[in-house]
């Protein structure tokens, strides 16, 4: 796929998304890395998903700008998992909190649009976006003009991911 068959930016959800399990509800403090798992107080484990970090790469290297957006809420253990798990450097912005996808796809174009330099023309439009999610109620987003990617088997890979842009590319949505 050319840099033009992408969308400029794309959202991921987090919780089974990245990783299986909710961060609000699984993860004890303080956690910890070791290896490629994080370890949280009660000794639970956590490994990302193994297309993630791949796929991120990817995107960072066709400059796609990446988004978080997570309902989490514990922001903070979500902010240090990205962290441990080196993914923070990929990141370009992330919205937390109980609020919609919708809101937190708004507050990131918003924020994204306000940040540029009068001369760049770069603004970034609902329509270049898709948002990749385990939760279907959040294709809600579709009615900004977000292209929805469900995650049907909760967790970014790389068959889903072709799906989505595809279906980006071709104006349907994934599921």
């Known amino acids: 796929m050319t840099q033009s068959n992408f969308p400029k930016a794309i959202v991921f959800d987090l919780d089974y998304t990245f990783w299986p399990c909710w961060c609000d509800a699984h993860i004890s403090t303080p956690i910890r890395v070791q290896g490629k798992e994080i370890i949280d107080a009660k000794k639970f484990r956590v490994k990302l998903y193994p297309d993630v970090v791949p796929i991120l790469e990817y995107l ?56 540029l330099d009068e001369e760049d023309k770069e603004y970034l439009k609902y329509e270049d976006m898709c948002l990749f999610d385990d ?28 799906k989505g842009i595809q279906g980006w590319c071709s104006g349907v949505r994934a599921d």
């Open 60 to 115: 960072k290297e066709r400059n796609v700008k990446i988004y978080t957006a997570s309902r989490t809420g514990t922001p903070r253990i979500a902010q240090k998992m990205l962290k441990l798990f080196e993914l923070d450097s990929y990141i370009d912005g992330s919205e937390w909190g109980y609020n919609s996808k919708v809101e937190h796809i708004n507050r990131l174009v918003t924020r994204h649009n306000k940040d």
């Open 135 to 162: 939760e279907y109620r959040n294709s809600d987003v579709e009615r900004l003009g977000v292209t929805f990617c469900h995650l049907v088997d909760e967790k970014l890979t790389w068959v889903d991911f072709r």
